[in-house]
């Protein structure tokens, strides 16, 4: 997201950790995520993410933020390649929401070098929309990433889902709904706030960043057309970006 001289954010991967790098179950500020047992530690300003196999501790990763690196276990022969890419999407997850951005489950394409972005629960309709822009460029169907530069919001596409390495600049918002014809609908931003709120992946769970996020959304509904879009199968979405 920055050029390759002062990146907002290094990882690192190492053969292995201090030993006695903490005793998560003891420590009060500690978040646990999903199947995978996973624990995100506050530690001072630096966070530290914990993956737990067979009650050991399968490998872990120190996330310092002030330094912006992060240093992560080297997987061993026996560990799973989805917790090794967990790990590293805490540690995107983090500093992106500490820069004020945040990622979103979405599908993303650019048209004219300007983004658009379809995100709703999963059935909605996001990737048939972006499989039905035949002219655009696709950034990612999946999972994109925004975040607030030079006075705008752009969108960015992320290491994960096969996204494209793409930065263009945000121009519409559309929450995709099956119809049996196309139309567009006006949503108030209230609803718009809990939808895009709703499919954010969150890495934080921490009251100030949660905050940031929030603020960022009631940013973004001010700068950015956010529409209901109902289409059909057979809808032509070629000229999304006119707005309607």
Known sequence: ????????????????????????????????????????IKLNSDYIIVYQKDRCIATAGIIDIKKKLCVIKKPDKDFSMRLFDDALRRCFHVFLEYKGGFLLHASAATIKNKAYIFTGPAESGKTTAIKKLSKARVISDECIAL??????WFVFGTPFHGSQNIR???????FPKKA??????????????????SNIFHGVLEEKVTKNILDGIVR???????????????????RIDRGR
Do not use: W
């Open 1 to 40: 997201m920055t050029s390759a001289k002062n990146p907002d954010l290094t990882i690192k991967i190492c053969e292995a950790l201090p030993k006695d790098l903490i005793d998560y179950s003891k420590h009060p500020s500690v978040y646990f995520y999903n199947a995978f047992k996973t624990a995100l």
């Open 147 to 152: 975040r607030r530069q030079e006075s705008r």
């Open 220 to 238: 973004l509904l001010k700068e950015v057309p956010c529409l209901e879009m109902h289409f059909s199968l057979d809808s032509s979405l070629e």
């Open 180 to 197: 049996k014809c196309l139309f567009f609908k006006d949503v108030h931003k209230s609803v718009s706030c809990e939808r895009i709120m």
């Open 168 to 174: 263009a600049p945000l121009n519409g918002v559309f």
